[in-house]
């Protein structure tokens, strides 16, 4: 069974920075793309950034600058450096991958539990 487990959130001050990690494990064969969501309280889940398994990046507008998505593909983990946070950027944030993965290798959309990022003086 595949889990994805993340880290790193914590409370920040306005324009400090954290970086959140997610750890994929299990019988993993191969991960396609990974990305980085969040969700605020009384808002929908969004995008902030994705990463490709040949390392192509693409970030939402909110986060372009300050945030920096990147793959360690031999640990399976996917990464997100946040700089110059915002009160607006506290959120849940999630980490997503699709990975082929079990005895039958099948292509499955897996998420992290949720890390609580927190910006505030």
């Known amino acids: 069974q595949v889990q994805l487990v993340e880290s790193g959130g914590g409370l920040v001050q306005p324009g400090g920075s954290l970086r959140l990690s997610c750890a994929a494990s299990g019988i993993i064969y191969s991960i396609y793309a990974m990305a980085w969501y969040r969700q605020a309280p009384g808002k929908q889940r969004e995008l902030v950034a994705a990463i490709t398994s040949s390392g192509s990046v693409n970030y939402s507008d909110f986060v372009k600058g300050r945030f920096t998505v990147s793959r360690d593909d031999a640990k399976n983990t996917v990464y997100l450096q946040m700089n110059s946070l915002k009160p607006e950027d506290t959120a849940v944030y999630y980490c997503?991958?699709?990975?082929?993965?079990?005895?039958?290798?099948?292509?499955?959309?897996?998420w992290g539990q949720g890390a609580q990022v927190t910006v505030s003086s």
């Open positions: 997503f991958a699709e990975i082929v993965a079990g005895r039958r290798a099948d292509l499955i959309d897996y």
